[in-house]
Nanobody, 120 residues
Framework: QVQLVESGGGLVQAGESLRLSCAAS????????MGWYRQAPGNERELVAT???????NYADSAKGRFTISRDNAKNTVYLQMNSLKSEDTAVYFC??????????????WGQGTQVTVSS
């Protein structure tokens, strides 16, 4: 089992910043991709940003220029720095990780989610 624990959500005003963290633990051989997704009420879960072990990054258009994803491979941790937050960023943010529990066993895990609320 691979567990993901998120932290850093909260209530902020529009224009302010938040930093989310997600630490992976458990039976981990390697983590290929870590990322953040979000789900607003009534909407489907959507991609925010992903980062590979080598550092290749992909952002959703809504995140470009305002959010920065990074990871610490030694700590199996991924971060999401969110600046210039808007009310439409309000959602539950989920951490995701994909990799291997052994040389042959893959995993894909989700965190429990952390609420981000931006008031206008």
């Amino acid at each position: 089992q691979v567990q993901l624990v998120e932290s850093g959500g909260g209530l902020v005003q529009a224009g302010e910043s938040l930093r989310l963290s997600c630490a992976a633990s458990g039976s981990i051989f390697s983590i290929n991709v870590m990322g953040w997704y979000r789900q607003a009420p009534g909407n489907e879960r959507e991609l925010v940003a992903t980062i590979t072990k080598a550092g290749t990054i992909n952002y959703a258009d809504s995140a470009k220029g305002r959010f920065t994803i990074s990871r610490d491979n030694a700590k199996n941790t991924v971060y999401l720095q969110m600046n210039s937050l808007k009310s439409e960023d309000t959602a539950v943010y989920f951490c995701n990780a994909q990799g291997f529990r052994s040389t042959t066993q893959i995993f894909r895990s989700w965190g429990q989610g952390t609420q981000v609320t931006v008031s206008s």
